[in-house]
């Protein structure tokens, strides 16, 4: 019956109908979370198979307390001369198949109507890969035209109740990227009769570059430059904040400054498409 209805599963998400699958542990005293860790990961290989992945959101739902505990307090491997907990191994084969973990749980019901997660239960990997449309296949939205599926700032309300809510910043140089991957996607699906889109480009792995100028002149011109990597913090990659600290850097003075003025010239000199304008890095 259950291979009935991963089949089931498989057949809607083939259809181009977003799927989410919560395998695990009902109960919160309840034992052998590895039975379902192992059933999640069937399901998952399974869905990988299918090339029907980046469709579904597959989620892992367990009482341990802590990722890798298995009811018996967790444990420890030695392992080419490290030592590995049972937590980082864990979370490390999590995020390495796309699934999604809800720790330290007991479900009370089950509705048919799926909800919206919290804001800290959201990560990186809902970030949308392709950019297709799920339901009109030949249609992609890049750059600010794409409805983020969560915010990356935390959403709050003033006292008076208004949502104050910053939304992600969809900024050139992303947009760029998706863009490209777009156009390349398109050259694999209608010259190369690709039936799904080749590459992809999930702003929870792709990095951003700004620079806001802060006054004008050679020599005491100023600028704001800054770096981010990943654009949407990644909590498993990057315990603390999320984000690389060697790839995300921030620098005010007259070099950014002069980064803006050559940016400024080179935009303007691409657009133009003048002659050349192909060497110079999108
Ligand atoms: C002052 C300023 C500074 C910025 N600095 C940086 C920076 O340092 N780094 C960075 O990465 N990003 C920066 N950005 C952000 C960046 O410019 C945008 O995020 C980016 O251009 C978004 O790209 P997009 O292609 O999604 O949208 P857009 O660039 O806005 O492109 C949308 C296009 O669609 C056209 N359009 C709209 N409606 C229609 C219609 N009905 N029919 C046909 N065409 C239509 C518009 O004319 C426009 O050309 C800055 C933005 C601003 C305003």
Redesign the pocket.
Same mark, same amino acid.
């Given at each position: 019956m259950a291979a009935d209805t991963v089949a089931a599963v498989v057949a809607t998400l083939r259809a181009g109908q977003r799927q989410r699958l919560v395998i695990g542990v009902g109960h919160g005293t309840c034992t052998c979370e590895g039975a379902a860790f192992e059933y999640t990961f069937d399901v998952e290989h399974e869905l990988r198979m299918s090339g029907v992945h980046d469709l579904a959101d597959v989620v892992y739902l367990t009482n341990e307390y802590e990722l890798g505990d298995v009811g018996a307090g967790g444990m420890t491997f030695d392992q080419n001369g490290f030592t590995t907990s049972s937590r980082m191994w864990t979370e490390s084969l999590l995020r390495e198949r796309g699934v999604r973990a809800i720790q330290q749980a007991h479900v009370h019901r089950v509705d048919a109507d799926c909800t919206v997660e919290p804001f800290d239960e959201w990560t990186a990997e809902h970030w949308p890969r392709t950019y297709q449309n799920p339901l009109g296949r030949n249609i992609f939205g890049? $750059?600010? &035209?794409f409805a983020p599926p969560h915010a990356i700032s935390r959403p709050r309300k003033s006292p008076r109740g208004t949502v104050i809510a910053p939304a992600p910043?969809?900024? $050139? !140089?992303?947009? $760029?990227v !998706? $863009?490209r991957m777009v156009e390349r996607n398109l050259v694999d699906m209608i010259q190369g009769g690709a039936a799904a889109p080749t590459h992809s480009a999930s702003m929870g792995a792709m990095g *951003? *570059?700004?620079? &806001?100028s802060a006054g004008t002149g050679l020599r005491r011109g100023t600028a704001a430059a800054m770096t981010m990597y990943p654009i949407v913090p990644d909590l498993r990659r990057y315990p603390g904040t999320g984000r690389s600290s060697t790839d995300t850097y921030g620098e005010i003075g007259l070099a950014a400054h002069g980064t803006?003025h050559m940016?400024h010239y080179l935009f303007l000199y691409q657009a133009k498409a003048s002659p050349g304008w192909q060497l110079i890095p999108r």
């Open positions: 890049i $750059g600010i &035209a910043p969809r900024t $050139g !140089m992303p947009s $760029g !998706m $863009g *951003a *570059a700004c620079n &806001a803006e940016l």
